[in-house]
């Protein structure tokens, strides 16, 4: 095999590599955090944290108008990588330096919640369980490492927040296989305590969560609301011509 | 030809009705509405599965409708599709509803076509003399895959570049020409932006326009010879003293209001759908397909759109395997011919040369299970074009036939809905085998009809419809 091959070989199997979830971590279920202000704290935490990294290509800053916030208020305290409100989200980062310094230019988040669902559970449950999850790993370029996506290339973001924590883990022998052993997850271990509690951590992921999956589909409340009035509209509208459709057929012998 | 002659109307007639006749004079305005809807007598005893014909053509419309607003927005570039479908759920004023609406009734397209299908199935609706609308109808069924596969790979996600390059890449099985025709197809060496332009025009205006010439034709042949109905009885062989069939009522007024309760409760379960559940839990808009395309990164899982599901579980079951299967059921398929059926000595002669040379193409020295894989997910399709000439039933209604074909056509059901669901589920050692069985199933139905179709003791067919008056 000559070194073209081999390469084309390893670059078939990154990917592959990349998204191996099956049978992995299991999810927890993102708590709904739909109130205005748990939106709020989303999108702040969205603006401080990932956008530094990551684009939002498709969202403009104003439409966080959407969210209650006015425009004074998204110009002084979230307007982070752009001049006007008017804006799209985009990132600091050039494709080429991320390439360089974490192996992948990280992903536009514009619907990474609607791209991440699957049937282990909602793109807001995978989210919220991988922004949880990640542990203190030296072996990882970064330091850091990922039970959701394991040897993430992403470093943990907000680790001030979460603390430091390692990953316990115990040998246990393969059910398939009784030669050897298996190592399996067997909790989380905090090093060194963050500036927020576990459980406060968790509420500001969620809101996290909750925005990402607010940005995901921006017109989400406006369909949900809207169909409501569709529906009732529709029923009536079946309703009187059904009996229209009645009162002709009593002709029909 | 007559000479041209003006309908004369008195100086105080109303506005219309001189209008009506100035056109009437020089286009069959009046003419065409009474023979193709307003005085076209249907069959009374139309029941719930005579109303898809009715939504087909509304979601026909409905999606050109909603499409002619999406290209005005939509951009047909590698570097700017996905970002402008976004545009349309964001930016532009309603654009997701337009969007949504699309993307449902292209779902809902499929699911109404094959229910209509079905219903010509229970009810005979094939049978001479409707052959030609169901060629029609065939054809639609056609340009409407074609029409899928080609939109599905404009919104540039993930699913929509992958799902296109398996699709393509069949037809790189093809001997000798293969490579080179998936290369033409595609334009490109992999799916690129040159795929997505013209996969573009396709969609937009090529289909468009074929699906709409044989949408009037399947209409058109309809009116002509009439509709058949659940009793599966020839209402026009029965005439009253106006002429009219006895048992036939005019659509209009009477089928205008009832498709319209029709559609108003369509339009309540799509309207549900739209406004509640626009991703089907991942089955109308995949999840993958929010991930732009990317030429170097393969989803771990490919599957088609749930409705390709049932074909695309025939070509993933044609393992090498299965080949000697299928080398037995061909062989065993002739004999059966050679000592059942009532055909020339010629014809017999030419269907077992035929088979002999398939068997020995199927030898996996000779050619290759993904070659006949394609051969069998082409023939799965296709083969519904021959059932009016495979159904040897004296009687056309699933009614009147013996109580025994209900479980033919049970099993043949159960079969095509466990195809589509193995379709969208990675493929294990069982799955694989029972979509094997169901392969078998599913062509059998149709190669014995000709013998089990007249087969078992019929009920007599009754010489006026069944109806009770409402």
């Known amino acids: 095999m000559n070194f073209h091959k081999k390469l084309i070989a390893i670059l078939a199997l990154l990917p592959g590599l990349a998204f191996a979830n099956e049978g992995g971590h299991p999810l927890d279920k993102a708590p709904a955090r739909p109130s205005l202000t748990s939106l709020q704290n989303g999108a702040k935490l969205f603006v401080n944290y990932c956008l530094n990294c990551h684009s939002a290509s498709s969202m403009r800053y104003n439409r966080l108008k959407d969210l209650g916030l006015t425009e004074d208020q998204i110009k002084t305290n979230l307007l982070f990588s752009a001049d006007k409100v008017g804006e799209l989200m985009t990132t600091a980062l050039r494709p080429a330096d991320a390439k360089q310094w974490f192996g992948v230019v990280p992903p536009d988040l514009s619907v990474i919640a609607r791209a991440k669902a699957s049937s282990a559970g909602t793109g807001g449950d995978y989210l919220y369980t991988y922004l949880r999850t990640f542990y203190k790993d030296e072996t990882r370029p970064t330091g850091w490492n990922n039970m959701v996506v394991p040897n993430v290339a992403m470093p943990h973001v907000m680790w001030q927040l979460q603390g430091v924590r390692t990953v316990k883990m115990v040998e246990e022998k393969d059910p398939h296989d009784h030669t050897k052993t298996v190592h399996k997850f067997a909790g989380f271990e905090q090093v060194t305590p963050g500036t927020l509690s576990q459980a406060d951590f968790d509420v500001a992921t969620a809101d996290l969560v909750a925005y990402l999956e607010w940005m995901a589909e921006p017109a989400q409340g406006t369909r949900k609301r809207l169909g409501v009035w569709v529906l009732l509209f529709m029923s009536l509208f079946a309703l009187l011509a059904w009996r229209l459709s009645a009162s002709y057929w009593k002709e029909v012998k | ?470």
């Open chain 2, 1 to 470: 030809m007559a000479a041209f002659k003006e309908t004369k109307f008195p100086a105080n007639a109303p506005v219309a009705d001189k209008a009506l006749g100035w056109v009437d004079d020089r286009f069959p305005l009046t003419k065409l509405w009474n023979d193709q809807w307003g005085k076209y007598y249907a069959p009374k005893n139309f029941n719930f599965w005579y109303i898809f014909g009715s939504l087909a053509m509304l979601v026909l419309v409905m999606q050109i409708v909603t499409g002619i607003f999406l290209t005005m927005h939509y951009k047909p570039d590698a570097n700017l599709a996905f970002g402008s479908v976004e545009y349309i759920m964001r930016e532009v004023p309603w654009g997701w509803l337009v969007r949504y609406m699309h993307s449902t009734g292209a779902s809902a397209f499929f699911i109404i076509v094959y229910l209509h299908m079905t219903r010509a199935l229970l009810y005979g609706s094939y049978r001479k003399p409707r052959e030609l609308i169901w060629l029609f109808g065939f054809a639609i069924f056609l340009c409407l895959m074609a029409e899928a596969f080609f939109g599905y790979l404009l919104p540039w996600g993930q699913m929509s570049y992958w799902g296109a390059q398996v699709i393509v890449n069949l037809f790189g099985a093809i001997p000798l020409i293969g490579p080179d025709l998936s290369l033409w197809i595609r334009g490109d060496y992999v799916v690129s932006d040159a795929t997505l332009n013209r996969f573009f025009a396709f969609h937009v205006i090529a289909i468009p326009l074929v699906l709409l010439g044989l949408v009037a034709a399947h209409l058109i042949a309809l009116h002509e010879v009439g509709s058949n109905n659940p009793d599966g009885i020839e209402i026009k062989e029965n005439l009253g003293p106006d002429g009219h069939p006895v048992d036939g009522i005019p659509s209009h007024p009477y089928y205008s209001v009832h498709d319209m309760f029709g559609v108003s409760v369509f339009l309540v379960l799509f309207s549900a759908v739209v406004f509640f559940a626009p991703e089907m839990g991942g089955y109308f808009l995949e999840y993958n397909n929010f991930i732009p395309a990317d030429s170097l990164k393969t989803p771990a899982h490919i599957a088609p759109t749930w409705y390709f599901t049932p074909f695309y579980s025939v070509l993933r079951a044609t393992t090498a395997d299965f080949m000697y299967v299928l080398m037995a059921a061909v062989a065993a398929y002739v004999v059966f011919i050679w000592l059942k059926a009532k055909l020339s000595f010629m014809t017999k002669v030419a269907i077992a040369v035929v088979a002999i040379v398939a068997i020995i193409g199927m030898l996996p020295q000779v050619l290759d299970a993904k070659f006949w894989g394609v051969v069998l997910f082409g023939s799965s399709v296709m083969i519904l074009a021959a059932l009016p000439w495979l159904d040897h039933s004296p009687v056309k209604s699933i009614r009147y036939r013996p109580d025994w074909h209900k479980y033919v056509y049970l099993v043949f059901g159960i079969s095509f809905v466990a195809l589509g669901y193995l379709g969208t589920q990675l493929p294990t050692a069982a799955y694989t085998l029972i979509s094997q069985v169901c392969t078998l199933l599913y062509f059998s139905f149709f190669l014995l009809m000709p013998w089990w179709s007249a087969m078992g003791t019929f009920k007599p067919v009754p010489k006026r419809v069944t109806f009770q008056p409402h």
